[in-house]
């Protein structure tokens, strides 16, 4: 019984480590759509070739975090809990590394345009807004990963729900008569618009996934008992 304890405890301490290896990962993402942003905002293409070069640390560090995951997962007759931690383990590699690749796109699009500014001004702010609550689901992300805590997981569902507000108002603008940019504007308006709306949404699907991680519980089965 001892034995099992112990086996048990250097399961859940290599678990910590891969956590702690897509945390670094939801940090990756979150500085690198801050900079595709600013990329974007400024028209800069020296700040959106870097996003484009660095994004080989995301990818070096996933193969790294799947590697941990398959090996988590060939050990012999892990405890329920362990084997869910380790199989949503997989499921958040899958989120961060989409997070990261979002990021790549907005800065692809910069460094497409330039020397052209790639938005019109009055959606300047949107966008401001929309990398800003990006970067702090990222962020959120990566300390929830750390923390463990359901409660705090369940708490990225009220950033992403700012996110998705802006989102619809976006296309407000787009759908309005005044709308004087032409088809070319609308179409990367609605792609950058779509590249945030779903880094969020990776952003909450890792929260859910701890959640599921800790409790064994769907967030809304944990909301219920709560």
């Known amino acids: 019984m001892r034995r099992r304890s112990g086996k048990t405890s250097a399961y859940q301490e290599q678990v910590a480590a891969l956590n702690g290896i897509l945390g670094e990962m939801?940090?990756?993402?979150?500085?690198?759509?801050?900079?595709?942003?600013?990329?974007?905002?400024?028209a800069n293409l020296q700040v959106a070739e870097e996003v484009i070069t660095d994004h080989d640390r995301m990818t070096d560090l996933s193969?790294?975090?799947e590697k941990r995951a398959f090996a988590l997962l060939?050990?012999?007759?892990?405890?329920?809990?362990?084997?869910?931690?380790?199989?949503?383990?997989?499921?958040?590699?899958?989120d961060v590394d989409r997070?990261?690749?979002?990021?790549?796109h907005v800065a692809k699009v910069a460094r497409r345009r330039h020397p052209n500014?790639?938005?019109?001004?009055?959606?300047d702010g949107y966008f401001a807004e929309m990398g800003r609550l990006a970067v702090k689901l990222a962020h959120s992300a990566r300390e929830v990963?750390?923390?463990?805590?359901?409660?705090?997981?369940?708490q990225l569902e009220e950033d992403d729900d700012a996110m998705d507000d802006l989102h619809r108002h976006l296309f407000s603008v787009l759908m309005d008569r005044e709308w004087k940019?032409?088809?070319?504007?609308a179409v990367d308006v609605t792609l950058l618009g779509r590249y945030y709306e779903r880094f969020a949404d990776h952003a909450?699907?890792?929260g859910r996934r701890v959640v599921f991680q800790t409790t064994g519980m769907t967030p809304q089965q944990l909301i219920e008992t709560t």
């Open 117 to 123: 500014k790639t938005l019109p001004e009055e959606v």
């Open 204 to 206: 909450v699907l890792i």
């Open 145 to 154: 990963l750390e923390s463990q805590d359901p409660q705090d997981a369940l």
């Open 99 to 104: 997070m990261g690749a979002l990021a790549l």
């Open 63 to 65: 193969g790294k975090a």
């Open 181 to 185: 940019h032409g088809v070319a504007a």
């Open 26 to 42: 939801c940090d990756l993402a979150g500085t690198a759509m801050d900079r595709a942003t600013q990329a974007l905002l400024r």
């Open 74 to 94: 060939s050990q012999q007759a892990p405890m329920p809990a362990d084997l869910r931690a380790t199989v949503t383990g997989f499921q958040i590699v899958a």
